[in-house]
């Protein structure tokens, strides 16, 4: 696997540093996926920051990218890497691409198998609608 890239503007290096080490600790498709749509993820938004959550001994942590709040998680199994989106429900998805977690009031999730293919102009759209979606929530907030 080729060496992971720094992403452009991570909440702190060693959530950065975390995420690369996952990626690289995997080594597999798992870990290509991963690096792939966090590339993607920085392109839609490069002010998203990094962070790394919910380390306990049973589970190394959880990828999370985070804009004005909680963007997605990247989270790894053994047959699908999944995308969580905070407010998934609220996000318009017209080209499908969540695929799980569906009957959820708030989060939707994308099940990534080995050998998918993403839609990177949808799933780039769905990462600057989660964006938008924040910062409006903030906003609403702040008016209160």
């Given at each position: ?37 966090r590339?993607?993820?920085?392109d ?21 990218w ?79």
């Amino acid at each position: 696997m080729p060496p992971v890239p720094k992403t452009a503007q991570p909440a702190t290096e060693a959530a950065a540093d975390a995420i690369t080490r996952r990626i690289e600790d995997l080594g597999d498709w798992r870990g290509e996926t991963l690096a792939h749509v966090r590339r993607l993820i920085h392109d839609a938004c490069p002010e998203i920051q990094e962070e790394w959550k919910w380390a306990k001994p049973s589970s190394p942590g959880v990828p999370v990218w985070s804009y004005e709040g909680g963007i997605c998680t990247g989270e790894v199994y053994k047959a699908a890497v999944k995308l969580t989106f905070f407010r998934g429900a609220a996000l318009e998805d017209p080209a499908k691409l969540f695929n799980s977690s569906l009957e959820g009031n708030v989060r939707r999730a994308l099940d990534l198998h080995e050998g998918t293919k993403l839609d990177e102009g949808a799933f780039s759209q769905l990462i600057v609608s989660a964006v938008t979606a924040n910062v409006a929530a903030r906003a609403s907030k702040r008016k209160k």
